[in-house]
């Protein structure tokens, strides 16, 4: 008889629990509770802020705990220039914290007319706008299925020398992994398939000599053990040009 009761008081106890549970459940996701009242954004840098709010579909005083996290960070990551998205909820605050990881822009690449900007995989992220503050050289492919893995690899190798990537407008890639270098000052730089070892001789040269602040129409570095300099052609009093 005892052990019947006692059963009966652990069924009732764990009814009485189960429906706390509900009841705490359905009250703490009735609206007007937990309201959002602050978004906290961190990782944006070139993403829109009110095109990324927008996205985010998130109404001031929504209760934060009917937000659909998951449903968000999808939108988000439809936005150009997102990579990843953390989102986390501060009940004890109201704010619902959003931590961006943009994609990295390393070149301009073309597509058609238009000029694109490319990621660190050779992905475009999104068509070039007056608005963006991108002075990256543009990059252009003429040859070969692999253009993206090639205009990688250079990047990558560029990467190693940022003094002469600070410096380039426009780089196009030729058959047999021939490039051309062409720096803001209008200097012509023509590589080889050795461009790794031809590169690290024009940073000597650079060190040395300063090849790239004077005034230097081309640099020749296909030949091996050998650079071949043309100067910039001045004008003369009677209208010939002559070597500087």
Known sequence: ????????????????TIGLLIWGWVAAHQPGRFPLKEIQVQGMLHTDPNRALMMLGAPEKTNLLLL???????????????????????LTTGALSVTLWERTAVCLGRDGERLVVLDEYGKPIKRLEPQDPLPLPVVTQYAG?????????????????????GRLSEVIGLSNERWVLYTMKGTRLLF??????EMDLLRKLQMRFQLLDRRIAQVDLRIPGKVAVRPVERSTSKGKKDPA
């Open 1 to 16: 008889m005892r052990t019947g009761s006692i059963r009966v008081r652990r069924a009732f106890v764990g009814l009485f």
């Open 145 to 165: 299925d692999d253009a993206s893995v090639r205009t990688v690899r250079l990047m990558n190798l560029l990467g190693e020398h940022p003094w002469l990537k």
């Open 68 to 90: 659909e996290l998951d449903s968000a960070r999808e939108r988000l990551g439809m936005l150009p220039w997102v990579k990843g998205v953390r989102m986390e909820r501060l």
């Open 192 to 197: 080889s398939d050795r461009i790794r070892q």
